[in-house]
């Protein structure tokens, strides 16, 4: 047998918050590669963010964080707020809940460790949309499948960087290996560091079950102001307690109907 | 217009004192939410809420007292019991299941595609084990069902048959009064995965005393029948108990707003009135039809409370 193991490396994004400057072209782009239709023209009031979140019809989401100004921190002038911007995507985790809970295994771990919905499989069951920690799939409604960000899956086969990383115009988006990303995301942390910006941080929650994310952050100050949970957890991590309550219940069920029966059931 | 009015003043006090010390314009839903640690991005919130309609608590109900009533018609049997009440366990259970198909299928995004919920099996998704479940639990109590009905009209031998499709149907069927609770209990909604492991109990509990109530409304009088709604009844009002008493910030769906108000309904139906009832009742056929209509209506409140519950988790998770 011919041996024909093709190596394909595992991809990831890095965002860098520090460097968007909220111009919202990865929406855009995102939109526009993959046909993903309009999600409403609403006014929120909230800065200039009228998208709000990720969803079913917006894969790539720039938040724009209004912050009191933190003098040698963040802002030099105390009058004016800061105003943080960060582009948030489906995070790709390593564990993902909302793989682990697909009945119809319409959603799958693609050669290059994205996490990819099988547009043709999914029947819209919506289990995938409380599994997701992140509160990031969702079901379009009309079209009645479930729907994220595909890591760009079609450009990655044909050798090209997701359609985000590929239209910021400051490389807020980085895309590449996976380990890559990781070695430039600490350089610049630590350069960001050494220059005094001491709230900047990475987000990539490696320590909780979710294992890590394949697209992870460089944001500043606490992440729960971006949305993001400082602990997510894989909603598989409470099945062995739950399955036990259940064989319980169920054991209860057998007995309890079977004693009642053979005590009671003949008057 | 009361804008262009205040921006007149405050153009003017900029002019004559250099500065503006007034607040301007107040916008339309101002103040807003701030984003931070606290609130959160501008207080939106970060899951998802469930996308299910009706028709899945509705399932929760139906397939639950499919499953019960599967065990207690195979209990019965097994105890020599009265024949019609076997018939009428393997009737619920049929029917049980014959509805059950349709609910879950009506709450797909993509009803036609249904099929491939059988298309791979997944043990750790309890949506695929829930699926494949149903498959063998319809299959098998409809096929007791016929089988039964077989034996009473023709001189076919099918009893053993139909008594081995019986006690499939009971076995699935204790997981179809519990797998609800697995169901919703691992997934990241709050409200549930805190009870991930009382939940599958609840249902079950509820379940039995669903099946239980509708085998009284059909005539039946066993006391084997009062003994298991007292017992479920009982348990229904030590959850109810429960999740009044514990449970930090994540239980608050299930105590306070419309979500918690459905909540306390339906356990009071299921729990501790008809409870009372069963006990002081005696005798008596009313007391006891009315624990049992309760309970019915207790345990379909009580699903829909909890994916209510659930929506309202969603919007106002903790951080």
């Known amino acids: 047998m011919?041996?024909?193991?093709e190596r394909v490396s595992t991809t990831g994004f890095f965002t860098d918050s520090t460097l968007c400057i909220g111009c919202k072209a990865c929406e855009v782009a995102c939109k526009e590669w993959?046909?993903?239709p309009e999600d409403g023209y609403a006014w929120s009031g909230l800065s200039y963010d009228n998208t709000l979140a990720l969803g079913h019809s917006t894969w790539r989401h720039v938040k724009f964080v209004e912050r009191e100004a933190e003098i040698g921190k963040g802002g030099n002038d105390p009058h004016h707020l800061t105003w943080e911007f960060s582009s948030d995507v489906c995070k790709h985790c390593e564990v993902a809940g909302c793989l682990e809970s697909c009945p119809t295994g319409s959603i799958i771990r693609t050669e290059f460790g994205g996490v990819f919905v099988q547009p043709d499989i999914c029947n819209g069951c919506g289990y995938c949309v409380v599994a997701c920690p992140f509160g990031v799939i969702d079901r379009r409604p009309h079209d009645g499948r479930a729907f994220k960000c595909t890591f760009c899956y079609d450009r990655q086969k044909a050798g090209l960087v997701p359609a985000c990383?590929?239209?910021?115009?400051?490389?807020?988006?980085?895309?590449?290996?996976?380990?890559?990303?990781?070695?430039?995301?600490?350089r610049r942390i630590a350069q960001l560091h050494g220059a005094g910006m001491a709230d900047a941080k990475i987000y990539n929650p490696t320590d909780t079950s979710v294992?890590?994310?394949?697209?992870?952050?460089?944001?500043?100050g606490d992440e729960r102001a971006y949305n993001l949970p400082p602990r997510p957890e894989v909603p598989t991590a409470l099945l062995q307690s739950s399955w036990t309550a259940a064989a319980a219940g169920a054991a209860a069920l057998v007995v309890g109907s079977l004693l009642a029966f053979a005590l009671g059931g003949r008057k | 217009?009361?804008?262009?009015?205040?921006?007149?003043?405050?153009?003017?006090?900029?002019?004559?004192?250099?500065?503006?010390?007034?607040?301007?314009?107040?916008?339309?839903?101002?103040?807003?939410?701030k984003a931070t640690a606290e609130n959160g991005y501008y207080g939106l919130p970060l899951l998802k809420e469930p996308v299910w309609t009706w028709e899945i608590p509705a399932y929760f109900?139906?397939?639950?007292?499919?499953?019960?009533?599967?065990?207690?018609?195979?209990?019965?049997?097994?105890?020599g019991a009265n024949e019609e009440i076997v018939r009428d366990a393997r009737w619920i259970a049929a029917a049980g299941g014959a509805i059950s198909a349709p609910l879950l299928v009506g709450d797909l995004g993509r009803p036609e595609r249904f099929l491939n919920m059988l298309r791979v099996f997944k043990v750790q998704s309890p949506m695929s084990v829930g699926a494949w479940t149903l498959a063998a639990f319809g299959s098998a109590s409809a096929a007791s069902l016929f089988a039964e009905e077989m034996r009473r009209q023709t001189d076919l031998p099918v009893t053993a048959v139909g008594d081995a499709a019986a006690l499939l149907s009971a076995a699935t069927g204790t997981v179809m009064a519990t797998y609800t609770g697995v169901l919703i209990g691992a997934t990241v909604i709050p409200a549930w995965s805190k009870h991930a492991s009382t939940l599958p109990l609840h249902f079950a509990a509820s379940a039995l005393s669903s099946a239980v109530s509708m085998l009284e409304l059909l005539g039946h009088e066993e006391p084997a029948l009062k003994a298991l709604g007292?017992?479920?009844?009982?348990?229904?009002?030590?959850?109810?108990?429960?999740?009044?008493?514990?449970?930090?910030k994540e239980s608050e769906p299930l105590r306070h707003g419309a979500s918690g108000t459905t909540i306390r309904i339906g356990g009071l139906l299921s729990g501790p009135l008809p409870l009372l009832l069963r006990l002081l009742g005696g005798r008596s056929k009313r007391a006891r039809r009315a624990a049992a209509v309760s309970s019915l209506a207790g345990s379909l409140i009580t699903r829909f409370a909890w994916v209510k519950a659930g929506r309202a988790s969603a919007r106002n998770a903790p951080r």
Do not use: W, Y
């Open chain 1, 34 to 36: 993959n046909d993903v």
């Open chain 2, 61 to 79: 109900f139906v397939g639950g007292m499919a499953g019960a009533a599967a065990v207690v018609g195979v209990a019965a049997r097994i105890s």
């Open chain 1, 2 to 5: 011919q041996r024909q193991e």
């Open chain 2, 230 to 248: 007292i017992a479920a009844n009982a348990f229904e009002t030590f959850v109810g108990a429960r999740i009044e008493m514990r449970g930090g």
């Open chain 1, 165 to 186: 990383a590929k239209a910021c115009p400051t490389e807020s988006i980085l895309f590449g290996d996976l380990e890559e990303m990781q070695r430039v995301a600490d």
């Open chain 2, 1 to 33: 217009m009361i804008g262009e009015r205040r921006l007149e003043e405050i153009r003017r006090e900029a002019e004559q004192t250099g500065r503006v010390a007034a607040a301007g314009i107040r916008a339309a839903g101002a103040p807003f939410p």
């Open chain 1, 211 to 220: 294992g890590g994310i394949h697209a992870f952050f460089l944001i500043r």
